[in-house]
DNA sequence: GTGGTCTAGACCACG
DNA sequence: GTGGTCTAGACCACC
């Protein structure tokens, strides 16, 4: 399985999934012409209403990541694979500039910034956080 | 002065202004018993709303960082500055948290996000973040 | 219904309102894991703005009593009866206590403050006191 | 010295000295024809806004239990003892009113209520209620 | 449908 | 002058 929401999170939840079919296909879990899980499977099994993954589906088919296989279901395209590196990396890059723009703001100092960051790298090991 | 709001940010212009005033006091900027400008006066300032200043000033009451002088304003309270600073670690922490976690389940290489924090913190000159 | 609002007491409405939903909680008349009326309906009911039964929604949450389920409404929380009861409580005990305090200062003597709170509870029929 | 403030108790200032101006005079510690402090003599031995104490005059004047004695100060009425008990008792009375209602909804069992009365008279001795 | 934010403007209490 | 409450109504995001 390759995702996992955190409901109490802020981050909409139809965010959070298309946001994870992206990373799946940015690093090579999903592969184009794969098939996702049809919406009623997925909503079940991340106990969310089926419409919150359809609107996922829907922003995906939007940005050509995913494309309706005719009453098959929906599958990544040809393309996906390199769409969904570039807005790994340009998703994780806004994140990362609002972050340092806040604590700029709140007056930490540089090394203390970077001692957060070192502490949070090391604190979460690569194994847990692919379940 | 040390207030920037970006409204077009996703974070709720009445919550930018209660983080900023507790980065002002954890970085010294605002001193305990020192008093913040009027409700009125800010928002002026900062071409917004009344009610959304009070309405951050109310849950900065709430959070014990400001106190009515009954008739005069508000001031900072005396525990501000401690309370404040552990706020803006745990406030950097929980978003740089939820950004390593999004990072790794994005499957990007720890270097590539190490590159990319560097990249932000360079391209981020102090001067330019504290208008 | 759980609520009787009187506008011309000198207390907010919004917080009579969240203190009649802790109240509610406190006597089971709300049960945990119960959905609140919605804020729309809540304020028709009581002829009253929206944003004001908005704001004592929003306390409660801060107070843990009640908590949002995304898109579907206010539930009370888990830990809510507990926490209601010790909130009604202390509130209550709060305001007793300013009461004898202000009696004793006004120099009353004992014997008729007991004589004023007794005529005041049989007054007060049970029956008439929970519309 | 007949009174306390708190000044952090929700009741208006100008209020609570109204108040215990006239319960000083209900108990016979202000007598009729006594004159009371001037308004900058009690402003500064209650670290009050002078405006505040000239209010709490204006109203005990309006209510004929203070009156102005041409160029001198004001004092206590000839009239005002008797009005002042008849205030005493109808102001402490509100009060109970109001807590009353408020613990019967809350669904405080009568018992309970009466616990809570006894304790609070039990755990304020008389002496210390008359500083 | 739900709650949340924001604006605009009125009114009040307090000092 | 200060903050606080309330109303009215618009707009948005989420489910």
Same mark, same amino acid.
């Given at each position: 399985?390759?995702?996992?929401?955190?409901?109490?999170?802020?981050?909409?939840?139809?965010?959070?999934?298309?946001?994870?079919?992206?990373?799946?296909?940015? @690093?090579?879990? %999903?592969?184009? #012409?794969?098939?996702?899980?049809? =919406?009623? +499977?997925?909503? $079940?099994?991340?106990?969310?209403?089926?419409?919150?993954?359809?609107?996922?589906?829907?922003?995906?088919?939007?940005?050509?990541?995913?494309?309706?296989?005719?009453?098959?279901?929906?599958?990544?395209?040809?393309?996906?694979?390199?769409?969904?590196?570039?807005? @790994?990396?340009? %998703?994780?890059? #806004?994140?990362?500039?609002?972050? =340092?723009? +806040?604590?700029? $703001?709140?007056?930490?100092?540089?090394?203390?910034?970077?001692?957060?960051?070192?502490?949070?790298?090391?604190?979460?090991?690569?194994?847990?956080?692919?379940?």
């Amino acid at each position: 399985m390759f995702f996992y929401i955190d409901a109490s999170n802020g981050v909409p939840i139809f965010e959070q999934i298309s946001r994870q079919v992206k990373y799946a296909v940015a @690093r090579g879990a %999903l592969r184009p #012409q794969e098939m996702v899980p049809s =919406v009623r +499977e997925l909503a $079940q099994r991340l106990a969310v209403n089926p419409n919150t993954v359809a609107r996922a589906y829907r922003d995906l088919q939007a940005d050509d990541v995913l494309e309706p296989l005719r009453g098959e279901g929906l599958q990544v395209t040809r393309k996906a694979a390199e769409r969904c590196r570039r807005d @790994r990396q340009s %998703l994780l890059r #806004q994140r990362l500039h609002s972050f =340092v723009v +806040e604590a700029r $703001q709140s007056g930490l100092p540089d090394d203390e910034i970077l001692t957060l960051f070192q502490d949070e790298l090391s604190r979460q090991p690569l194994a847990e956080s692919l379940p």
